[in-house]
């Protein structure tokens, strides 16, 4: 299952319009957080008969709820990244997820900014000629087209142990920065910086629920050692 996340949209129009190339294309679920003036009349004028997308929307406060149970995250910008996916990569990928997996999807004005970007397993952007903006709908749809697309060639996923979700890897972020900052490793100053260091590369090795669950008895183990 794919969400299609909508990072505070400051337009009711924009989101209506999204929830229409949801329909068209198929191509996932719409949630969106923490919505500014969010105005269902707004929206439904430009859904255009998409009412099921939009009674179906799951509305929540914070981008780490919508990403709670994911798998993989990629995150979309209109900011040259290096390595970043084209549309058909980024379909591609979150097909072949073993679980829920999202695509997000920056406000109309700023984009993601660093902080959200940093919770990305990968970045993916839409090539563009002379402009590197597109309206939301617009970059929605250009994704949607791409998982519609895929899905008609891409076979099921094989069956694969369960991969960690966000939830648990924050887990692991939050034991390990407490056990890190304890003996010295950390800069108390700034201790996020390698924390986030350290995440991203476990985002990219995508690792089990097993694995982040040994890890987190490891944290543990030192945790009691440390108190001998």
Same mark, same amino acid.
Not at 121 to 139: D, E, F, G, V, Y
């Given at each position: ?20 190339? %949801? ?11 923490? &919505? ?8 439904? @004028? ?9 009674? @179906? ?9 919508? %990403? ?25 990928? $979150?097909?072949? +997820? ?35 903006? *597109?309206? *939301? ?18 076979? &099921? ?10 939830? *648990?890897?924050? $887990? ?6 407490? $056990? ?19 995440? +991203? ?20 183990? $030192? ?6």
């Amino acid at each position: 299952m794919i969400k299609f996340v909508l990072h505070r949209p400051r337009s009711s129009q924009n989101i209506g319009a999204a929830a229409r190339a %949801l329909a068209n294309t198929g191509a996932g679920e719409l949630w969106v957080v923490e &919505p500014l003036g969010f105005d269902r009349a707004q929206a439904a @004028k430009l859904a255009a008969g998409a009412d099921q997308v939009l009674e @179906k929307m799951r509305v929540v406060r914070t981008l780490e709820e919508a %990403l709670a149970d994911c798998t993989d995250v990629v995150m979309t910008t209109g900011r040259p990244v290096a390595g970043a996916l084209s549309p058909e990569a980024a379909a591609a990928r $979150l097909l072949a +997820a073993a679980g829920p997996c999202a695509l997000v999807f920056g406000d109309e004005v700023r984009g993601l900014g660093n902080r959200e970007l940093r919770q990305a397993s990968a970045i993916a952007i839409i090539p563009t000629a002379q402009k590197s903006s *597109l309206n *939301l709908a617009q970059a929605v749809m250009v994704f949607g087209y791409e998982v519609l697309k895929a899905r008609g060639a891409t076979p &099921p996923p094989l069956e694969t142990e369960a991969l960690a979700d966000e939830q *648990l890897l924050q $887990l692991l972020r939050s034991r390990c920065r407490a $056990l890190l900052l304890g003996i010295g490793f950390l800069n108390p100053q700034q201790p996020d910086l390698a924390l986030d260091e350290l995440l +991203a590369l476990l985002r990219r090795a995508q690792p089990t629920r097993r694995e982040v669950e040994m890890l987190l008895a490891a944290v543990a183990q $030192l945790e009691r050692t440390r108190l001998r």
